[in-house]
């Protein structure tokens, strides 16, 4: 049965489909099938691993794609840790945002926002070998995967004397714990998809969630729905909702 926009006023996906969209771009999503598990969403999402090419894709949004996936690429978007506050930016993926349960229940966003304290990954020494070659050729991604890395002193090298990278050197200041400077660094800049998703997951998990609705749905207008940035939106979209 198709329920009504009566029962659902704001027009958004439920939590089931936005799970069910989340998981498809995940490499083995074609073994769930909707509404025939009993299975807690948060539950389902932790056994799916990332497929590393979407991830690829999605953090090429802004930046000239590589023809092949960088080396250790794989095992960097396979790790377990889970982010939740993620800025839309090169170099980053959506599907780093694994574990939902903090984000639909309790949801303490100071608890998920970052707070610069957190070290660099360890190993990783072909991946950042390969920032260190492609650094001249495509700064802004690979300050993203820098960024990625936990290697912020890296990706500030690289962003510092480069043109048009505003949103990206933001979102270095977010992922430093920086949020509050970073959020006001978006709302100085024109509208972009990028930009919109960024005033509303910073919004968000500033604790701001009410003002947090309208960046996010713009954003969710904005961006293709083959994106898995898309996707990301409108499950912030949700959160908003239901904690608002």
């Not at 360890?122 to 050729?137: M, Q």
């Not at 997951?201 to 701001?208: E, I, K, V, W």
Request: aromatic letters at 6%; a negative charge.
């Amino acid at each position: 049965m198709t329920r009504s926009n009566a029962t659902n006023p704001s027009n958004q996906p439920s939590i089931e489909a936005l799970m069910m969209r989340f998981l498809a771009n995940r490499s083995d999503a074609s073994a769930v099938e909707p509404g025939e598990s009993e299975v807690e969403p948060h539950e389902v999402a932790a056994g799916f691993r990332v497929d590393p090419r979407a991830a690829w894709l999605d953090a090429n949004y802004a930046a000239a794609s590589a023809a092949q996936l960088p080396p250790e690429w794989s095992a960097l978007v396979g790790q377990q840790s889970s982010a939740f506050a993620l800025p839309m930016a090169a170099g980053h993926f959506p599907q780093r945002v694994k574990d939902l349960q903090p984000l639909l229940a309790k949801f303490n966003p100071a608890e998920l926002r970052p707070t610069g304290t957190q070290g660099a990954l360890p190993a990783f020494t072909n991946l950042r070998t390969w920032i260190a070659k492609n650094g001249s050729a495509n700064p802004l991604l690979a300050a993203g995967i820098a960024r990625t890395l936990g290697d912020f002193d890296t990706a500030e090298a690289l962003l510092a004397n480069l043109n048009g990278a505003d949103n990206d050197k933001a979102a270095l200041r977010w992922q430093r714990g920086e949020c509050g400077e970073a959020l006001s660094a978006w709302d100085a800049m024109p509208d972009a998809p990028a930009v919109l998703f960024n005033r509303g997951m910073a919004r968000l998990f500033l604790g701001r969630v009410a003002e947090a609705r309208e960046s996010l749905q713009k954003a969710v207008d904005a961006i293709p729905e083959t994106s898995g940035w898309h996707t990301l939106a409108r499950l912030y979209l949700a959160v908003a909702e239901i904690h608002g």
